[in-house]
């Protein structure tokens, strides 16, 4: 029974028209008094007024706005000219069906900005932070940067922020798309909107409420909902002018029969106009256009990827060439020093000790693998330390001036080295003290495990050519090129000779995509027709000027947002084609005197339920959150390790 009530106020004009409808029609056609026309006529208007009511202040405030000619008019005069001509069942059902039409669609959106209002649902209004001995139950905005909060578990992180626990496990589905829960120990970064799993947690707040990364997520996807596609454009300018056109091709149809037809007979005209009327009104096709594509945002979003607009979407399905960064896009990023070869009767301690000290404040991932290693080593100041992009580090530890980088590097200055046993797969940092070959350190990263599948599924998709961009030596871009089956391969790349390559590639009638992470990346994705950054472990600068943000960091999320914005595509044409030939069809049958206002409703109402029916699907067919585009890897195989250079 609540259900039922629910229901009828939800739909009450609705509801109301069709009892109303009903109890005319059987007045009119089951009763059998003179004067039943005193009673049907009323209950008519009054099952009009219900749903026409609406309908007409929505024309009135429209005209009122400066659009006469709105499909709100439109369905006003084909049911008060239905009206007119005796035909009252026909008009108060045009008018029933069109509010049915407009319940469906905003039910239909409503349902395609879910997963944008499940994101914000995420956000947490309550944290619980440590102040003067006790805990404090705050709005999440008063809290500052570097104060603890506490987080129990099934509750969700309302800030950014630096584990203090020893260990934790996250569930950060909403964020990402993934359904595996994120294991972080102490130390490591949690995000803002993750629920905690398992045990209590504390954590050192480290953004502010408006900075957090589910700030940024959310002011994206809500920003990308308002950015309107090329289609959507077009559809809402093709209206404008459609509407007023019909108009006057209904009057004209009402009228100029009059100077070329013998037997003319105007109410019969007249009729056909406002089938014409019916027939021609546009809402349905405009509403379908923008679910799907709200449809897309969504689909997307609910898979770990952002887009900041639904014209990228457009973008992402033109795209026919991709370059790729290396580090942290195709390969995981994360290094292991695997050898460290002394030289030159220099001591390994001594090798690690001097690379590290250099390396401390670097934020490069290779850094990281060296300072990690060196755990132990006590790292001495440097001075007057300078940094070569793409190439290294010099600088002075006591008296003595030291270099660490790559081959080029030293050869700039003049050291010459020896090569011998460094033959295998990995990265060489080489270590010079006093301008002599003092040791070289063996680094290796990993490709990616859906690296691979990416790559072959980008290939099915279109994209006619794929080539890496990296700083990390020939030898090291060209191994992991071949193993992944890319075009090209460019290394010992610089920032600015990555930003030319790119900038060579534009040309008219070619959309050129990049895909990277890095700081230095920024330039070349503002750069490209479609840029877009790996979210996970991307810089800030990066994520800002990306159009795509692919939340997980895994490769294989391009291809499916490709395929995405290709389906969504699809839907949307297919809406256009059948909304517009079914349409066309009917108005010149309707001319012909050979449809009916039902065939006028159907034409109307009918095809914009068909429509939005075939927006949802967009919606739908990517729910799966292991969504692939083809069959699963082989668990039993593995990569690799692929090598980086440490001036990537």
């Known amino acids: 029974m609540d259900l039922i009530i629910a229901f009828i106020k939800k739909y009450k004009e609705a509801v109301i028209s069709g009892l109303l409808l009903a109890a005319a029609l059987t007045v009119q056609y089951g009763a059998d008094f003179p004067s039943r026309h005193y009673l049907y ?133 909403a964020l990402t798309g993934e359904s595996k829960p994120m294991a972080r120990k102490a130390g490591e970064e949690v995000w803002a909107g993750s629920i905690n799993q398992d045990v209590p947690a504390r954590i050192r707040v480290t953004s502010d409420y408006e900075d957090t990364r589910l700030s940024h997520i959310l002011t994206m996807v809500q920003e990308a909902a308002r950015r309107k596609a090329p289609t959507q454009r077009f559809m809402t300018k093709f209206a404008k002018i459609y509407t007023p056109v019909v108009v006057w091709l209904a009057a004209a149809l009402t009228f100029v029969p009059y100077l070329v037809v013998d037997d003319y007979v105007f109410q019969d005209w007249f009729y056909r106009a406002l089938i014409f009327l019916v027939v021609s009104c546009p809402c349905g096709l405009v509403i379908s256009i923008p679910l799907g594509y709200f449809g897309g945002i969504g689909a997307a979003s609910q898979n ?11 973008q992402l399905r033109k795209m026919t060439m991709l370059f790729m960064d290396k580090t942290g896009t195709l ?23 001097l690379a590290a000290s250099l390396e401390q404040h670097s934020t ?33 530890v006591g008296t003595r001036n030291i270099l660490v980088g790559n081959s080029d590097w030293l050869a700039e200055h003049g050291v010459t080295y020896s090569g011998n046993g460094l033959d295998e797969a990995y990265t060489y940092v080489h270590v010079a003290i006093e301008g002599v070959h003092a040791g070289t350190i063996g680094i290796a990263d990993r490709i990616k495990d859906d690296s691979k599948k990416a790559i072959e599924e980008l290939r099915g998709l279109g994209i006619s050519e794929l080539i890496m961009l990296s700083g990390d030596n020939q030898e090291v871009v060209d191994g992991i090129a071949r193993k992944l089956g890319l075009d090209k391969a460019y290394g010992n790349l610089l ?14 009638g070619r959309t050129v995509g990049f895909i990277g992470d890095g700081v230095n990346d920024a330039p070349v994705i503002t750069l490209a027709d479609i840029g877009i950054a790996m979210g996970g472990i991307g810089s800030d600068a990066t994520v800002e000027t990306a159009d795509v943000v692919i939340q997980t960091d895994q490769p ?81 195989t593995k990569e690799e390790p692929a090598q980086a250079d440490c001036c990537c």
């Open 495 to 508: 920032p600015d000779e990555k930003y030319r390559h790119v900038e060579e590639a534009l040309q008219p």
């Open 364 to 396: 490069h991932p290779i850094a990281k693998a060296i300072l990690d290693y060196a755990t132990g080593q006590p790292l001495q100041p440097v001075q007057r330390q300078q940094e070569s992009p793409g190439k290294g580090l010099q600088g002075e």
């Open 556 to 636: 294989s999320k391009i291809p499916l947002a490709i395929d995405i914005a290709q389906f969504t595509h699809r839907v949307v044409w297919q809406n256009i084609g059948f909304a517009l030939g079914i349409k066309i069809l009917v108005m010149v049958m309707a001319t012909l005197g050979m449809a009916t206002m039902w065939e006028a409703i159907f034409a109307d109402v009918g095809v914009a339920l068909l429509a939005i029916a075939n927006a949802i699907r967009i919606q739908y067919h990517y729910t799966d959150e292991e969504f692939s585009l083809s069959p699963p890897a082989d668990p039993s």
């Open 41 to 173: 006529l009323p209950l008519y208007g009054l099952s009009y007024l219900a749903v026409g009511g609406p309908v007409w202040l929505k024309a009135f405030y429209s005209i009122k706005d400066g659009t006469i000619f709105s499909e709100f008019l439109l369905m006003g005069i084909a049911t008060v000219g239905a009206f007119a001509i005796g035909e009252y069942a026909e008009g108060v059902a045009v008018m029933l069906f069109y509010m049915i039409g407009e319940y469906a669609q905003h039910g239909a959106v409503h349902r395609a900005k879910h997963s944008i209002r499940k994101l914000i649902n995420q956000q947490p209004d309550i944290a619980a932070v440590e102040r003067g001995g006790s805990t404090e139950q705050v709005h999440p905005s008063a809290v500052e940067k570097g104060e603890v909060i506490r987080v129990r578990p099934g509750e969700k992180v309302p800030l950014d922020g630096e584990l203090l626990t020893e260990r934790a496990s996250f569930n950060t589905a």
């Open 331 to 353: 390969t995981e990023g994360t290094f292991e020093v695997r050898e460290v070869h002394p030289r030159n009767g220099f001591d390994r301690e001594e090798l690690l000790r």
């Open 304 to 314: 770990g990827i952002l887009l900041k607009g639904s014209d990228f979407l457009d």
